[in-house]
């Protein structure tokens, strides 16, 4: 059953029909969490905008995650995802596997909020993983530690 509604919905994205979907994971939480609306447009691959949350097909499952980098090799266009709680990159999306765009998100009651990757799209690509992991606050604390000791032993010490 589920499979007949996401090639129906691919069939209608196709036609340049928006269609909405309710998620079912954690891999972008904060901003989509379980039982959201997330309502998803095809625009052209190389037309996404680095932040931007794209929808792409993963075996039989569709992801949404957001576009971290894009790639062209050999005449072909490639993007790298990763969901916001996420800690390694998907494998690379190609226009093959590339559904289309999250447009906006729906929760509960209220009214669907736009998701255009503005100025939050563009912190979550610079600063992966999501900061909660208590290791990557120690690798960065370490690494500004040592920086310190460099700049304090080049100035007094010679």
């Known amino acids: 059953m589920k499979t007949h509604i996401l090639s129906l919905s691919r069939d ?12 079912d994971g954690y891999s972008m939480y904060p901003l989509l969490r379980p039982g959201d609306t997330i309502y998803i447009e095809r625009i052209s691959f ?8 794209v929808v792409f097909k993963r075996g039989e499952r569709w992801v949404a995650h957001r576009l971290i980098r894009k790639d062209h090799w050999a005449g072909h266009s490639m993007g790298y995802t990763q969901g916001d709680s996420c800690i390694k ?16 998100r729906k929760r509960g009651n209220q009214p669907a909020m736009p998701l255009q990757p503005g100025a939050y799209g563009r912190f979550m690509v ?29 100035r007094f010490f010679g």
Request: no cysteine.
């Open 46 to 53: 190389q037309a996404l905008p680095i932040g931007s949350i």
């Open 126 to 154: 610079h600063n992966r993983p999501w900061p909660h992991y208590p290791l990557h606050f120690l690798v960065k604390a370490v690494r500004k530690w040592r920086r310190l000791v460099r700049i304090v032993d080049q």
């Open 89 to 104: 990159l998907d494998e690379a999306v190609t226009e093959a596997n590339y559904i289309g765009r999250v447009m906006a």
């Open 12 to 23: 209608l994205l196709d036609d340049q029909y928006a269609v909405r979907l309710k998620t």
